[in-house]
């Protein structure tokens, strides 16, 4: 089956330590989105990808940094920077064309403790 | 810049009667817009979308909603609700511009079904 997948679904990690989260697709989208949701803010674009060994940030990229050296693959890393980085972290992708959908992934839910 | 605002961060009815979740959103180049649902701890599915053409779009479980350009609006409605129709709608819109395309989100509404 074609889709998007995030691992883990659930993450824990002390205060201090870096941690990625993986987001695989086989749909053949050129376009990544990583977001951030928490309760009463929707959906914060954090970094995007157009094609491949190319990217940009988002509206909340501090704290956060990608790699798309994959067309299939957008890891994205919460560094120590990232000042509340527990949340819910959903990936997406799209063909490309502004005037298609994107199809999410079902999230990783990041705990720090 | 693009952006969306939902207007309402909760909407409760009871179940069987008529809702309507609002959604505006402000660019200065055509776009795109889209209806979201997500249930708890999962991702966003699309439930309907605009693209061109007829201003009145279909979800197939009797969502429907209506672009609106002179008031920059894209309301979701539907005429009986059910119990399985609560969860979390989101109003999204791509934009066309000549920047990398991004899909902007409003801050989502929260619907819930009293029996």
Known sequence: ?113 | AQSVTQLDSQVPVFEEAPVELRCNYSSSVSVYLFWYVQYPNQGLQLLLKYLSGSTLVESINGFEAEFNKSQTSFHLRKPSVHISDTAEYFCAVSASASSASKIIFGSGTRLSIRP
């Not at chain 1, 309760?39 to 157009?50: D, H, K």
């Open chain 1, 1 to 113: 089956d074609g889709g998007i997948t995030q691992s883990p679904k659930y993450l824990f990690r002390k205060e201090g330590q870096n941690v990625t989260l993986s987001c695989e697709q086989n749909l053949n989208h050129d376009a990544m989105y990583w977001y951030r949701q928490d309760p009463g803010q929707g959906l914060r674009l954090i970094y995007y990808s157009q094609i491949v060994n190319d990217f940009q940030k988002g509206d909340i990229a501090e704290g956060y940094s990608v790699s798309r050296e994959k067309k299939e693959s957008f890891p994205l890393t919460v560094t120590s920077a990232q000042k509340n980085p527990t949340a819910f972290y959903l990936c997406a992708s799209r063909i490309g064309d502004v005037n298609t959908e994107a199809f999410f992934g079902q999230g990783t839910r990041l705990t720090v403790v």
